[in-house]
């Protein structure tokens, strides 16, 4: 079985096919998913999503490329990660491919959820982009932990982020055929601190590339690493799968 450990199910693209896109995960052994917040304007679709179906569960943050939106507090995000089935905070981060100038609104921002996911007790799940020494830097600061997701940077970065107790989430760019440095650390992140993920709506793997991605093809992310490891598909996706259920106190029956 596998688990898709993030997606965006409340995105208009997978949300208006909702029912096809749960068959189509059971019909491939995916068995749970985590639907991320992005804001908090949009978190109640999330949150409903994650009530509403056993094996789906929701995230509560604010996305580092979202400027110009009312701050969560971290009372705010406290309260709203006690909900039934919130399991993390984020996603959260740093992105400075597509933000410019000055900031420091999106540093204060991600310290923010990390010092929320302490408050809380929950796992963090954070964003990084072009911007990997300062999110580790905080990280380090802040004394975040949990999960480095659709992680697209080197080994060097990676190895920083798992020294700080991080899990690394691969998504469907390990099956591009530009990603070779990316398959390097597929090869490299230890099966008991490594994750699989669609990122859904986007990023869909080979042989579903330029589509809409779905929590389906998660299993083509397991697949695809585990041939680079040269192990059995199976041994990727249980490893994978146990560490979900044990990061996020998901239960594995509960679906």
Request: hydrophobic share 45%.
């Amino acid at each position: 079985m596998f688990v898709d450990s993030h997606c965006h199910l409340d995105f208009p693209e997978l949300s208006a096919d909702l029912p096809a896109v749960l068959r189509a995960m059971r019909e491939n052994r995916v068995t749970h998913a985590l639907c991320i917040g992005v804001e908090m304007d949009a978190w109640p679709a999330v949150h409903a999503l994650a009530t509403a179906h056993a094996n789906l569960y929701a995230s509560v943050g604010v996305h580092p490329d979202y400027a110009d939106l009312v701050e969560p507090t971290v009372d705010l995000l406290v309260a709203r990660s006690q909900l039934s089935k919130v399991v993390a905070i984020g996603e959260t981060g740093l992105d400075y491919f597509r933000q410019t100038g000055d900031l420091e609104w999106q540093r204060a921002r991600f310290r923010k959820h990390i010092r929320a996911a302490r408050e809380a007790g929950k796992p963090l799940v954070v964003h990084t982009r072009a911007a990997a020494d300062d999110t580790i830097a905080i990280m380090r600061e802040e004394r975040a932990g949990d999960v480095m997701h659709c992680f697209t940077e080197a080994w060097d970065v990676a190895q920083r982020a798992l020294d700080l107790g991080f899990h690394i989430s691969f998504s469907g760019i390990v099956t591009f055929r530009n990603a070779g440095e990316l398959r390097d650390v597929a090869k490299r992140v230890p099966l008991e601190r490594m994750l699989i993920e669609t990122d859904s709506p986007y990023l869909a793997p080979v042989p579903h590339r330029g589509k809409r991605n779905e929590p389906a093809y998660v299993r083509h992310v397991g697949e695809a690493i585990a041939a680079l490891r040269e192990v059995p598909v199976e041994a990727v996706a249980e490893a994978t799968s146990r560490n979900f259920f044990r990061l996020f106190g998901v239960d594995a029956h509960a679906a």
